[in-house]
């Protein structure tokens, strides 16, 4: 089992920046990939962003390319999610995801059935 705990969420004003970080226990942190996930209300969960597990690698989604960065600390067994010039249509609530055995390379995976732990979400709330 892998617990995962998301933090850093909050409410920011348009083009301004949040970090998220989620911090991992339980078993080998460097043995997943990570993944960060967000839900609107109303809306289906989507992908946001993944990292290997040596964080060589990384995917984003195109609404999220050049402004949000991944990365992780396997040493602290964190991952984070850099967030800049946010916008409104960025609020939603993140999660961070533990791939699933095999996944943990350089694959794209951007499903959530491609993951086997979650976290319990942060609210992220961009005003304009």
């Known amino acids: 089992q892998v617990q995962l705990v998301e933090s850093g969420g909050g409410l920011v004003q348009a083009g301004g920046s949040l970090r998220l970080s989620c911090a991992a226990s339980?078993?080998?942190?460097?043995?997943?990939?990570m993944g960060w996930f967000r839900q609107a209300p109303g809306k289906e969960r989507e992908f946001v962003a993944k990292?290997?597990?040596?964080?060589?690698?990384?995917y984003y989604a195109d609404s999220v390319k050049g402004r949000f960065t991944i990365s992780r600390d396997n040493a602290k067994n964190t991952v984070y999610l850099q967030m800049n010039s946010l916008k409104p249509e960025d609020t939603a609530v993140y999660y961070c995801?533990?791939?699933?055995?095999?996944?943990?390379?350089?694959?794209?995976?951007?499903?959530?059935?491609?993951?086997?732990?979650w976290g319990q979400g942060t609210q992220v709330t961009v005003s304009s």
């Open positions: 339980g078993r080998t942190f460097s043995n997943y990939a």
């Open positions: 990292i290997s597990w040596s964080g060589s690698t990384t």
């Open positions: 995801a533990a791939t699933r055995s095999g996944y943990s390379g350089s694959y794209y995976t951007p499903y959530g059935s491609q993951y086997a732990y």
